[in-house]
């Protein structure tokens, strides 16, 4: 009856006795996530994008160019007439030019679309990177969550024992003064009664450290007695959701956007432009003065040096997409792999857990036949301490499997993605 009302105010009646922080798995991933100075990184990823995508897109507005050169040559253009009275005045062999060009492109490939994209799609790559590192902190949670919880379970069942251990000692202090028991069977009691303190003083300690690291993580302090929500144990999926998928989809975008890339640079390249200018000679090669002259147009141009790599460049795009199709098909295969593993050791917990109970239900009768017998002198202390020790140690047993399944189902939803 006294176990009864244990449990029944540990479960029901503390809960609400005391308005308590309660803490669930997944605000623990929410929050871990939020606090985690990795996640200062999401912002500067998405500004350097932004700047990115800037720039490529000035590569469709006007280009200006300022530029000069002073020559001497060797021989200069002369014309090869010579009449009375008029001097055709011969060209200087050291010549000036200072210019400025303002020049706009017509058609360029499609060089600034996809160099656009380009800078979006690696933006999206970086991003994508940093989410995969922020799911690795699921496992951390975990560890540190369910770790909690499991020391929780522990010192609620030592408290248990305790209350068996005293229960035995009142009985067997009675038979004490009425002469029909030894002093050293409270004794034996009374020792078990201090190592049971021993244990709890332990769990405590253990639950301390690991409240403490769970706080740091969610940058809240974790009291003792708040309270950890166990979660659902659910179905496990065999669907892969994981972001790593993402990124390596991601990877195969930014592999697609340089080959469209790389065909659009090797195409011609037409553009308006106005150049002004300074110099001698200017315009008119007849006249060997300094002076002004502007020149405007449509200019066609087009690099056919990138020829000589382009198909090159296009093997090494090739590789990339076969490194990267072995490397999701590598982590496809591990994944399914260890969900396969996993899968096995749930489904041991729950044969585990379905024994335990049966184990239970047997040490408990025991354990109330040996309480009768201690109470009626024909076993020692020694013998009831050993059956609460067996009944103590099954439900131990179930407490670990049963945060074990919870384990086990967290780490199947990380593993999968789900």
Request: charged share 25%; glycine share 6%.
């Amino acid at each position: 009856m006294k176990r009864i009302v244990f449990l029944f105010f540990h479960v029901l009646i503390v809960p609400y006795a005391f308005a308590q922080e309660r803490l669930t798995i997944g605000e623990c991933y929410e929050r871990a996530e939020s606090n985690y100075p990795l996640i200062r990184q999401r912002e500067l990823i998405a500004k350097s994008k932004a700047y990115s995508i800037e720039n490529a897109s000035k590569g469709a507005l006007p280009q200006i160019m300022i530029g000069g050169q002073a020559t001497y040559q060797s021989d200069v253009t002369q014309v090869p007439l010579s009449m009375p009275g008029m001097e055709i005045e011969t060209l200087s062999k050291d010549q000036y030019k200072l210019f400025g060009e303002i020049s706009q492109t017509l058609y360029n490939g499609g060089v600034v679309r996809q160099q656009k994209q380009l800078e979006e799609v690696n933006g999206r790559v970086e991003e994508q990177k940093l989410e995969v590192e922020l799911y690795q902190l699921k496992n951390r949670i975990n560890e540190l969550f369910f770790g909690t919880l499991l020391i929780r379970e522990q010192i609620i069942q030592s408290e248990l024992v305790k209350q068996d251990i005293a229960s035995g000692l009142k009985k067997i202090e009675a038979s004490i003064a009425n002469g029909t028991a030894l002093k050293s069977a409270g004794d034996v009691l009374r020792a078990e009664l201090l190592k049971t303190d021993q244990r709890i003083i332990e769990l405590q300690a253990a639950g301390e450290a690991y409240r403490e690291m769970l706080g740091l993580f969610i940058n809240q302090q974790v009291s003792e007695d708040a309270i950890l929500e166990k979660p659902q144990s659910e179905t496990p999926s065999q669907e892969i959701n994981r972001p790593e998928l993402t990124l390596y989809t991601l990877q195969q975008q930014n592999i697609d956007v340089s080959r469209a890339l790389l065909s659009a640079r090797k195409r011609p390249k037409i553009e308006l432009f106005v150049q002004g200018g300074y110099g001698r000679p200017a315009l008119n090669m007849l006249r060997n003065d300094f002076d002004t002259y502007y020149i405007g147009g449509v200019r066609f141009s087009w690099m056919l040096s990138g020829f000589y790599t382009f198909e090159k460049e296009k093997q090494i795009l090739d590789l990339r997409r076969q490194s990267l199709d072995a490397q999701k098909e590598t982590f496809l295969f591990n994944t399914r792999l260890t969900l396969g593993q996993q899968d096995t050791e749930v489904t041991k917990l729950q044969r585990l857990i379905a024994v335990d109970r049966d184990i239970i239900t047997l040490r408990t009768q025991v354990k109330q036949t040996a309480s009768v017998q201690l109470e009626q002198g024909t076993i020692t202390s020694t013998d009831y301490v050993r059956e609460v020790n067996a009944e103590d140690q099954a439900r131990q047993n179930l407490v670990l499997h049963e945060t074990q399944l919870l384990v086990a189902s967290a780490k199947h939803q990380f593993t999968s993605g789900n």
